[in-house]
Protein backbone atom coordinates (compact mmCIF):
# COMPACT_ATOMS: atom_id res chain seq x y z
CA UNK A 1 0.00 0.00 0.00
CA UNK A 2 0.80 3.83 0.07
CA UNK A 3 3.34 4.76 2.34
CA UNK A 4 4.53 7.82 3.62
CA UNK A 5 7.72 8.71 5.20
CA UNK A 6 9.15 11.64 6.51
CA UNK A 7 12.74 11.82 8.26
CA UNK A 8 14.28 12.83 10.67
CA UNK A 9 11.84 11.32 13.07
CA UNK A 10 13.32 14.09 16.05
CA UNK A 11 15.35 16.68 15.45
CA UNK A 12 16.70 19.29 18.65
CA UNK A 13 17.99 22.75 17.61
CA UNK A 14 18.66 25.66 18.90
CA UNK A 15 16.82 28.79 18.83
CA UNK A 16 17.90 30.48 15.37
CA UNK A 17 19.32 27.47 14.04
CA UNK A 18 17.18 26.10 10.45
CA UNK A 19 15.25 23.18 10.74
CA UNK A 20 14.51 21.21 7.32
CA UNK A 21 11.61 17.61 7.25
CA UNK A 22 11.70 15.67 3.79
CA UNK A 23 8.54 13.97 3.22
CA UNK A 24 9.11 10.76 0.56
CA UNK A 25 5.79 9.04 -0.98
CA UNK A 26 6.21 5.35 -2.19
CA UNK A 27 3.54 6.97 -4.83
CA UNK A 28 3.15 9.92 -7.39
CA UNK A 29 0.79 12.26 -5.49
CA UNK A 30 -1.62 14.68 -7.06
CA UNK A 31 -0.83 17.33 -4.09
CA UNK A 32 0.68 17.35 -0.68
CA UNK A 33 -0.44 18.89 2.48
CA UNK A 34 1.32 20.06 5.77
CA UNK A 35 0.14 19.98 8.92
CA UNK A 36 1.62 21.21 12.19
CA UNK A 37 0.28 19.17 15.81
CA UNK A 38 1.47 21.42 19.06
CA UNK A 39 2.15 19.20 21.80
CA UNK A 40 -0.71 17.99 23.58
CA UNK A 41 -2.99 19.60 20.58
CA UNK A 42 -4.19 18.75 17.41
CA UNK A 43 -2.81 19.00 13.57
CA UNK A 44 -3.67 22.21 11.83
CA UNK A 45 -3.24 23.15 8.39
CA UNK A 46 -0.32 24.79 6.94
CA UNK A 47 -0.42 24.55 3.36
CA UNK A 48 -1.01 23.05 0.17
CA UNK A 49 1.20 22.21 -3.11
CA UNK A 50 0.18 21.11 -6.32
CA UNK A 51 2.24 21.67 -8.64
CA UNK A 52 5.53 19.94 -10.08
CA UNK A 53 8.76 21.66 -8.54
CA UNK A 54 6.38 24.11 -6.69
CA UNK A 55 7.61 26.56 -4.03
CA UNK A 56 5.59 28.30 -1.50
CA UNK A 57 6.59 30.50 1.63
CA UNK A 58 5.10 31.46 4.51
CA UNK A 59 7.39 34.21 6.74
CA UNK A 60 10.18 32.05 7.42
CA UNK A 61 8.95 28.72 6.28
CA UNK A 62 9.71 27.49 2.96
CA UNK A 63 7.73 24.53 1.31
CA UNK A 64 8.51 22.65 -2.01
CA UNK A 65 6.82 19.74 -3.67
CA UNK A 66 9.52 17.51 -6.28
CA UNK A 67 9.19 17.50 -9.76
CA UNK A 68 8.47 13.71 -9.80
CA UNK A 69 5.55 14.89 -7.59
CA UNK A 70 6.94 11.59 -4.87
CA UNK A 71 8.42 14.42 -2.29
CA UNK A 72 8.01 17.39 -0.76
CA UNK A 73 10.19 19.24 1.99
CA UNK A 74 9.67 21.91 4.65
CA UNK A 75 12.24 23.99 5.66
CA UNK A 76 12.00 26.76 8.69
CA UNK A 77 14.45 29.27 8.72
CA UNK A 78 15.76 30.84 12.37
CA UNK A 79 13.86 28.47 14.70
CA UNK A 80 12.14 30.16 17.38
CA UNK A 81 10.61 28.53 20.25
CA UNK A 82 6.85 28.89 19.04
CA UNK A 83 7.85 26.88 16.46
CA UNK A 84 8.12 23.51 18.28
CA UNK A 85 5.81 20.83 17.28
CA UNK A 86 5.70 17.73 15.31
CA UNK A 87 5.38 18.48 11.26
CA UNK A 88 3.44 15.96 9.32
CA UNK A 89 2.79 15.71 5.73
CA UNK A 90 -0.23 14.42 3.80
CA UNK A 91 -0.99 13.44 0.33
CA UNK A 92 -4.51 11.79 -0.97
CA UNK A 93 -4.48 8.02 -1.22
CA UNK A 94 -3.85 6.26 -4.55
CA UNK A 95 -6.93 5.97 -6.33
CA UNK A 96 -9.17 8.54 -3.99
CA UNK A 97 -9.41 12.21 -3.19
CA UNK A 98 -11.14 11.57 -0.22
CA UNK A 99 -8.60 10.25 1.95
CA UNK A 100 -5.29 11.43 2.71
CA UNK A 101 -2.26 9.34 3.90
CA UNK A 102 -0.35 10.73 6.26
CA UNK A 103 3.76 10.61 6.79
CA UNK A 104 5.70 9.71 10.24
CA UNK A 105 6.11 12.86 11.27
CA UNK A 106 8.89 15.05 12.21
CA UNK A 107 9.17 16.24 16.03
CA UNK A 108 10.80 19.64 16.17
CA UNK A 109 12.32 20.50 19.65
CA UNK A 110 13.78 24.06 19.89
CA UNK A 111 15.73 25.32 23.09
CA UNK A 112 17.13 28.55 23.80
CA UNK B 1 -10.10 23.81 14.86
CA UNK B 2 -13.09 26.28 14.64
CA UNK B 3 -16.54 24.63 14.17
CA UNK B 4 -15.87 21.08 15.59
CA UNK B 5 -15.80 19.81 18.92
CA UNK B 6 -14.63 16.92 20.65
CA UNK B 7 -16.24 15.24 23.97
CA UNK B 8 -14.85 14.69 26.55
CA UNK B 9 -11.22 15.64 26.05
CA UNK B 10 -10.04 13.47 28.38
CA UNK B 11 -11.76 9.90 29.04
CA UNK B 12 -11.11 6.74 31.60
CA UNK B 13 -12.42 3.33 31.37
CA UNK B 14 -12.44 0.34 32.83
CA UNK B 15 -11.09 -2.91 30.24
CA UNK B 16 -13.99 -4.72 28.87
CA UNK B 17 -16.18 -1.18 28.65
CA UNK B 18 -17.72 0.12 25.03
CA UNK B 19 -17.52 3.60 25.06
CA UNK B 20 -18.42 6.40 22.65
CA UNK B 21 -17.20 9.25 21.69
CA UNK B 22 -18.95 12.49 20.34
CA UNK B 23 -17.77 14.74 17.47
CA UNK B 24 -20.06 17.45 16.08
CA UNK B 25 -19.84 19.81 13.62
CA UNK B 26 -21.48 23.47 12.63
CA UNK B 27 -19.22 23.56 9.36
CA UNK B 28 -21.50 22.20 7.08
CA UNK B 29 -18.31 19.45 5.93
CA UNK B 30 -19.96 16.60 3.82
CA UNK B 31 -17.29 14.13 4.78
CA UNK B 32 -16.16 13.45 8.43
CA UNK B 33 -12.95 11.33 9.43
CA UNK B 34 -11.91 9.36 12.20
CA UNK B 35 -8.22 9.13 13.30
CA UNK B 36 -6.26 7.38 16.10
CA UNK B 37 -2.58 8.55 16.91
CA UNK B 38 -0.68 6.62 19.18
CA UNK B 39 2.29 8.60 21.52
CA UNK B 40 5.00 9.28 18.71
CA UNK B 41 3.08 8.18 15.82
CA UNK B 42 1.45 9.59 12.92
CA UNK B 43 -2.53 9.25 12.21
CA UNK B 44 -4.21 6.13 11.16
CA UNK B 45 -7.76 6.38 9.66
CA UNK B 46 -10.13 4.62 11.38
CA UNK B 47 -13.24 4.97 9.78
CA UNK B 48 -15.02 8.07 7.03
CA UNK B 49 -18.46 9.14 5.90
CA UNK B 50 -19.24 10.92 3.04
CA UNK B 51 -22.45 11.54 3.55
CA UNK B 52 -25.35 11.07 5.81
CA UNK B 53 -26.16 7.10 6.63
CA UNK B 54 -22.92 5.90 4.96
CA UNK B 55 -19.78 5.16 6.16
CA UNK B 56 -16.31 3.21 5.23
CA UNK B 57 -13.46 1.38 6.56
CA UNK B 58 -10.45 2.77 7.03
CA UNK B 59 -7.18 1.09 7.87
CA UNK B 60 -7.42 0.25 11.20
CA UNK B 61 -11.66 -0.07 11.54
CA UNK B 62 -12.01 -3.52 13.76
CA UNK B 63 -13.22 -3.32 17.05
CA UNK B 64 -14.64 0.31 16.05
CA UNK B 65 -18.25 1.44 15.18
CA UNK B 66 -19.40 4.69 14.13
CA UNK B 67 -22.69 6.15 13.05
CA UNK B 68 -24.27 8.84 10.72
CA UNK B 69 -27.45 9.85 11.09
CA UNK B 70 -27.28 13.95 11.05
CA UNK B 71 -24.92 15.74 8.93
CA UNK B 72 -23.52 17.11 11.85
CA UNK B 73 -22.48 14.38 14.10
CA UNK B 74 -20.23 11.47 13.48
CA UNK B 75 -19.99 9.35 16.81
CA UNK B 76 -17.10 6.91 17.36
CA UNK B 77 -17.45 3.80 19.62
CA UNK B 78 -14.65 2.16 20.80
CA UNK B 79 -15.88 -1.90 21.84
CA UNK B 80 -14.58 -4.08 23.84
CA UNK B 81 -13.04 -5.83 20.74
CA UNK B 82 -10.44 -3.15 20.22
CA UNK B 83 -7.64 -5.00 21.88
CA UNK B 84 -5.28 -1.55 22.47
CA UNK B 85 -8.28 0.98 22.87
CA UNK B 86 -5.72 3.71 24.89
CA UNK B 87 -4.90 6.60 22.41
CA UNK B 88 -5.51 9.79 21.01
CA UNK B 89 -8.57 10.34 18.84
CA UNK B 90 -9.20 12.69 16.65
CA UNK B 91 -12.14 13.65 14.49
CA UNK B 92 -11.88 15.40 11.48
CA UNK B 93 -13.77 17.29 8.84
CA UNK B 94 -13.28 17.85 4.51
CA UNK B 95 -15.54 20.02 2.06
CA UNK B 96 -16.12 19.38 -0.48
CA UNK B 97 -15.82 15.51 -0.31
CA UNK B 98 -14.70 14.75 -4.16
CA UNK B 99 -11.64 17.25 -3.91
CA UNK B 100 -8.21 17.79 -2.46
CA UNK B 101 -9.46 20.25 0.26
CA UNK B 102 -7.22 20.34 3.32
CA UNK B 103 -8.64 18.71 6.74
CA UNK B 104 -10.02 19.96 9.45
CA UNK B 105 -9.29 18.41 12.79
CA UNK B 106 -11.23 18.39 16.05
CA UNK B 107 -9.48 18.98 19.94
CA UNK B 108 -9.34 15.06 20.43
CA UNK B 109 -10.18 13.06 23.11
CA UNK B 110 -7.84 11.41 24.80
CA UNK B 111 -8.97 7.75 26.07
CA UNK B 112 -7.16 5.76 28.65
CA UNK B 113 -8.33 2.16 29.32
CA UNK B 114 -7.22 1.32 32.85
Known amino acids: GQQVMQIPQYQHVQEGEDFTTYCNSSTTLSNIQWYKQRPGGHPVFLIQ?????EVKKQKRLTFQFGEAKKNSSLHITATQTTDVGTYFC????????????FGTGTRLQVTL | DGGITQSPKYLFRKEGQNVTLSCEQN?????MYWYRQDPGQGLRLIYYSQIVNDFQKGDIAEGYSVSREKKESFPLTVTSAQKNPTAFYLCATQSPFYSTDTQYFGPGTRLTVL
Open chain 1, 90 to 101: AGPKAGTASKLT
Open chain 2, 27 to 31: LNHDA
Open chain 1, 49 to 53: LVKSG
